[in-house]
């Protein structure tokens, strides 16, 4: 065994395995399991070997001890089985990445399942095989039986991202989308900014009120609502479901039980029944809705919608699948790269092929 010692290192210089294995008085193999989580290594030999790792500030090229053991990430994107156009733009970006991150040894896959039947996405989890599958990131509402199998996936070994919509009561590793609260507040911002009479009522959809995302986006539109634009008031929350028939339902309902409505928040990323219903009447009302779809795309360029807010889902896929590996790996993340920011669009603003990026 080699003798310990002090190492020190020429200024600039970066610290190797060899200085590690100088500084514990341990050979290069037992480094190189360490380093690897091999077993076969006491306990009092790996303490020492992590100590000299802090002391010397070695930062270890994880891409380079990938390749050297053939390590591949194999990942998975659960996703609700919904007919929102959204969510099925995820699931082709998805898919369009996939074929590029073969190449950076990564394997991802999609599964569908049903949003609202948290037992349904509570099996989908459990029957994630720790063999075969690293990470996950799952969009799933915020309930007992979720937040439970979440739990499970986390002890099997199987890194979790929450994505679009929080689990924060769960052990998740990270959760990638927008501030919701904060979307929820540009969107009162939007409809006081808008609206060209100073009272009336503000009607609220939502795809579900399980959906936490929903609920903050709520909460973070009554705050600005109240404390900026106190004429208006803003109805109880209305729950479509993503169903364009009920959608086109309730709404002439309720213009007739509130005929002074002057605006409609929709949280929900599917606004198909909302436009069918804007399409049939003529209605002066500001409308905000949330997601850069190719039907919100056309609501918005026919003036029946004054706003979107939106997330890039390009970016949400590539941050799932960076944080998916740093935490596999136990290294450091950007957090300002994997920050998702709140998109604003509106008829004037909108890129070529808008509804694409």
């Known amino acids: 065994m080699p003798e310990s010692g002090k190492v020190k290192l020429v ?49 270890r090229d994880t891409a380079a001890a990938n390749l050297a053991r053939q390590r591949v990430y194999r990942f998975v994107f659960l996703l609700p089985e919904s007919t929102e156009e ?54 799933a509402p915020e309930t007992p039986t979720v937040r439970d199998a979440v739990t499970r996936t986390r002890e099997r070994g199987i890194a979790v ?12 590793n990270h959760f990638v989308g927008i501030d919701n609260k904060a979307a929820g507040q540009t969107a009162a911002k939007l409809m006081g900014s808008f609206s060209t009479v100073e009272s009336g009522k503000v009607l609220v959809l939502t795809g579900s009120r399980l959906a936490r995302d929903h609920l903050e986006r709520r909460y973070g539109f009554d705050q600005v609502m109240e404390q900026q634009f106190p004429g208006f008031a803003v109805l109880p929350t209305i729950e479509i479901h993503d169903h364009e028939v009920l959608a086109e ?15 409609i928040y929709s949280t929900a990323s599917s606004n198909k029944g909302l436009i069918g219903f804007l399409n049939k009447e003529l209605l002066d009302l500001v409308v905000i809705a949330h997601e850069l779809t190719p039907t919100s795309q056309i609501a918005l360029q026919q003036g029946l919608f004054a706003a979107l807010i939106s997330q890039d889902k390009g970016h949400i896929v590539r941050s799932a699948v960076r944080l998916m590996r740093s935490t596999v790996d136990a290294v450091p993340y950007n957090a300002t790269q994997e920050r998702i920011r709140i998109e604003i669009f509106l008829k004037e603003n909108l890129p070529v092929n808008a509804a694409d990026t």
Not at 90 to 105: H, K, Y
């Open 11 to 59: 200024q600039g210089s970066k610290p190797t395995v060899i200085d590690i294995a100088r500084h514990a008085g341990v050979s290069l193999a037992t480094v190189d399991r360490v380093l690897n989580d091999r077993p076969g290594v006491r306990v009092v030999t790996m303490e020492r070997v992590h100590k000299a790792v802090n002391e010397l500030g070695y930062i």
């Open 249 to 263: 339902k309730i709404l002439p309902e309720a213009l007739s039980n509130w005929p002074d409505i002057r605006g």
């Open 161 to 172: 991202v929450a994505l679009l919509t929080d689990l924060p009561s769960s052990p998740r």
């Open 86 to 139: 959204y969510i099925d733009a995820l699931q082709q970006e998805v898919t369009s990445q996939s074929r590029s991150l073969i190449n950076e040894r990564t394997h991802v896959v999609t599964i569908r399942v049903s949003y609202f039947d948290s037992t349904e996405i509570a099996i989908s989890l459990d029957n994630l095989d720790r063999e075969k599958v690293d990470g996950v990131a799952v969009v």
